[in-house]
Structures are given as structure tokens and as C-alpha cells.
């Protein structure tokens, strides 16, 4: 199995409807983000969490909402979907803990939403 | 704050040839440096990374890097790209001190390398 398992790979959505991306890993990383990827624009950091109770918004966190149900598990909402949410998003952890900030980041897989 | 520039959107280059994926980064406090690969319909992969020490830093796949601090660069080179090179490469850049960057990947807008036969 993946360390970062992202569900769904692929989804479809009607403008307006409510979708959640969710997020497990198995690392043991405390520290979970949620990025976006756009053309052009590379990948933005939507919310990140650097534990269960630590939640924090990211550059683009407008229309968006995450939950840290657990350790391993970090969902991104949204709210009301809107085609310019059409995007690449992906879930990474990362641990300071192994040799520097930023040195154990493990990215998912990704998960391509369209909102149609 | 810090922002990373990739200089290219996008590099063609034949098989064989060098190739040089140009970023310069800036932030107000000490950083560590990342390059990422992307193939075609996957993940974002580690090529390699600039925590301290030797400022030339080799990675994965033949790549490797120089972190320069006066021109605030760390441009990725590989002597000789073969079609398998062919994916999109990120810099990424993240805070080695406190403040409201720390922990976080800052990442540049993508370079398309494109390897021709």
C-alpha cells in the first residue's frame, strides 16, 4: 500500500454540490498539507495541519475546509464547488523530525477533480 | 515570506544534450532547497535537496544541483537527458527558521522539459 493514499483519484462534480477529498497515510508524520496544482502556476498550499489539533489556513483557502480526524487522516472540503476549483489537488506529510524542515515530505498520488 | 521563479515554462531539448532548469528563490530567513519531478499522470517525486554543507548536491537520475546564495539560485543540470527525462520539474523552497513560513514547501510555477528524439 501507497504511505499517502488519496480517495477519489478521479471525480466529476455539478457546480454548487459539496465533495470531500480525503487523505490517509501511514507514516507516522504529524504534519499533513493540502496542495493544488494549476497549469502555470505550479502547486499552492491550500490548509496544512501540524498536528490532530493544529489547523491553519494556507494561500488559497477561500472555499475550502479541512478536518484532521485523526493523526492519518486529513479531508479537504468543498463547500460549494466552482469550475475554477477544477484542479489537481494532493495531499503530502511530511516529519522535521528526519533531517530538516521539508526533508520527509511524501506526496499521494494526487486527485483530479472537475467541476462541471 | 518567500516565492520561488522558475525562469522557463518550458525547455525542448535533444536526446543526449545538457540541460540546465533554471530557479531562483527568495525568502527573508535561511532556506532549504528542492527539486521535484512529476511524470506524466503521477506524484511529485524527490530528485534531490539542499539542506547544508556542499552547495553542489547530486540526486537522483544523473540531476544534480548548485545552490548559489549571493545570486539566491539553485539551478538543476543534467549533462546528458535521455526521453525517460521528459515530466515536469518543480523548485521548491522551505523556511529553516521560525515564522510563518516554517514547515512549509513554496513551490515554483513548473519547468516542462521536453526530451526529442
Known amino acids: 500500500d501507497a504511505d499517502v493514499t488519496q480517495t477519489p483519484r478521479n471525480r466529476i462534480t455539478k457546480t454548487g454540490k459539496r465533495i470531500m477529498l480525503e487523505c490517509s497515510q501511514t507514516?507516522?508524520?504529524?504534519?499533513m498539507y493540502w496542495y493544488r496544482q494549476d497549469p502555470g502556476l505550479g502547486l499552492r498550499l491550500i490548509y496544512y495541519?501540524?498536528?490532530?489539533?493544529?489547523?491553519n489556513k494556507g494561500e488559497i483557502s477561500d472555499g475550502y475546509s479541512v478536518s484532521r480526524q485523526a493523526q492519518a487522516k486529513f479531508s479537504l472540503s468543498l463547500e460549494s464547488a466552482i469550475p475554477n476549483q477544477t484542479a489537481l489537488y494532493f495531499c503530502?506529510?511530511?516529519?522535521?523530525?528526519?533531517?530538516?524542515?521539508?526533508?520527509?515530505?511524501?506526496f499521494g498520488s494526487g486527485t483530479r477533480l472537475t467541476v462541471v | 515570506a518567500q516565492s520561488v521563479t522558475q525562469l522557463d515554462s518550458q525547455v525542448p531539448v535533444f536526446e543526449e544534450a545538457p540541460v540546465e532548469l533554471r530557479c531562483n528563490y527568495s525568502?527573508?530567513?535561511?532556506?532549504?532547497l528542492f527539486w521535484y519531478v512529476q511524470y506524466p499522470n503521477q506524484g511529485l517525486q524527490l530528485l534531490l535537496k539542499?539542506?547544508?554543507?556542499?552547495?553542489l548536491v547530486k540526486g537522483i537520475n544523473g540531476f544534480e544541483a548548485e545552490f548559489n546564495k549571493s545570486q539566491t539560485s539553485f539551478h538543476l543540470r543534467k549533462p546528458s537527458v535521455h526521453i525517460s527525462d521528459t515530466a515536469e520539474y518543480f523548485c521548491?523552497?522551505?523556511?529553516?527558521?521560525?515564522?510563518?513560513?516554517?514547515?512549509?514547501?513554496?513551490f515554483g510555477q513548473g519547468t516542462i522539459l521536453t526530451v526529442h528524439p
Open positions: 507514516k507516522g508524520h504529524d504534519r
Open positions: 525568502s527573508s530567513v535561511s532556506v532549504y
Open positions: 495541519s501540524f498536528d490532530v489539533k493544529d489547523i
Open positions: 521548491a523552497v522551505s523556511s529553516n527558521a521560525g515564522g510563518t513560513s516554517y514547515g512549509k514547501l513554496t
Open positions: 503530502a506529510t511530511s516529519d522535521p523530525g528526519t533531517g530538516g524542515e521539508g526533508y520527509g515530505y511524501t
Open positions: 539542499y539542506l547544508s554543507g556542499s552547495t
